[in-house]
């Protein structure tokens, strides 16, 4: 259901500076969402993942994006899909996979991977052709939403219930000149699924919050309510980083979580690489 490494930090920053560097043109018409989807989905296909302790986990792609974006005022033209891996029906990894004309010519496209992984157990991670590979280090933590008291959630309640806890997150991105862009919260979960962990069980949603410069993803929140046979509800989130900008949450005016520029915490990853960017290859469009 949908609501709609010092070489590689030397070749991550040369490729940061070449995706910037370009003009900030209206990209051809012919070029278009329907037609770039068969090249990001050929690259989201040659990941495959692995649950930690879990080698016999099915995880598989979702066949249709969960989102899709353009934003014409970067890189001449970048245009997105945005794809999930799922366990069940539980996410576990998302990427945005997203292409520009390279060097100005229209006819070559560069593809980007920016990846965040989703899962509270540490995934690992393998590709089926020889591109960059991404290694997150640690999980998806859980951190606790406290003070939210509900019934017990079906799936109706749940999604009731989100409404109104959704709302009540905000947040902005700075670039490096101090400007600031607010982001704003996507009308309709990108997905809600049910959630079985042992004897836990409950719902969860995945939901998107855009920046003001186009309609691609800046941020996003796992928001999920668990229940176990001898506790009330628990409610608790897990942000979702999918900009190069220092980003900030609030949940109900208070900080709650941020992303800033460290040694460690950089333009195209974060200190765990939860959050790894780069750029993959140049794919000529037919």
């Known amino acids: 259901m949908r609501w709609s490494s ?3 930090l030397l070749w991550g920053c040369l490729c940061w500076d070449a995706e910037h560097s370009q003009s900030q043109d209206t990209p051809p018409s012919s070029i278009t969402l329907e037609r770039l989807l068969p ?3 050929e690259s989201a296909e040659a990941y495959s993942f692995v649950l930690e302790g879990q080698p016999k986990t ?3 792609l979702q066949p249709t994006p969960v989102s899709q974006w353009t934003n ?4 001449s033209g970048q245009l997105g899909h945005v794809f999930v891996w799922n366990v069940g029906k539980e996410p576990v990894a998302i990427a945005a ?5 390279w ?3 229209a006819s070559q496209r560069r593809v980007v991977h920016e990846l965040h992984a989703l899962a509270p157990t540490l995934l690992q991670v393998s590709r089926s052709d020889s591109g960059t590979l991404w290694n997150p280090r640690s999980p998806a933590t859980r951190i606790n939403l406290s003070g939210i008291i509900t019934s017990a959630p079906t799936e109706r309640r749940f999604n009731l219930a989100l409404r109104q806890i959704a709302r009540r997150f905000e947040g902005y991105c700075l670039e490096p000149s101090g400007k600031r862009w607010e982001l704003r ?8 699924y049910p959630i079985t962990r042992g004897e836990q069980s409950g719902f969860g949603a995945l939901v998107g919050m855009m920046g003001d410069l186009g309609n691609d993803l800046e941020c996003g929140l796992i928001v999920e309510a668990l229940q176990d046979s001898s506790t009330a509800w628990q409610w ?5 980083r999918m900009t190069d900008k220092e980003t900030y949450l609030q949940f109900d005016g208070s900080e709650i979580w941020k992303n800033v520029r460290s040694v460690t915490n950089t333009s195209w990853r974060d200190s765990d690489d939860l959050y790894f960017r780069f750029q993959d290859k140049t794919v000529p469009l037919n």
Do not use: A, E, W
């Open 6 to 8: 010092v070489m590689i």
């Open 39 to 41: 090249i990001h989905k």
């Open 58 to 60: 099915t995880i598989k």
């Open 72 to 75: 014409t005022r970067r890189n």
């Open 97 to 101: 996979i997203y292409s520009f004309p």
């Open 103 to 105: 060097q100005g010519d």
């Open 185 to 192: 919260l996507l009308p309709t979960p990108l997905m809600i």
């Open 236 to 240: 608790s989130f897990s942000p979702i």
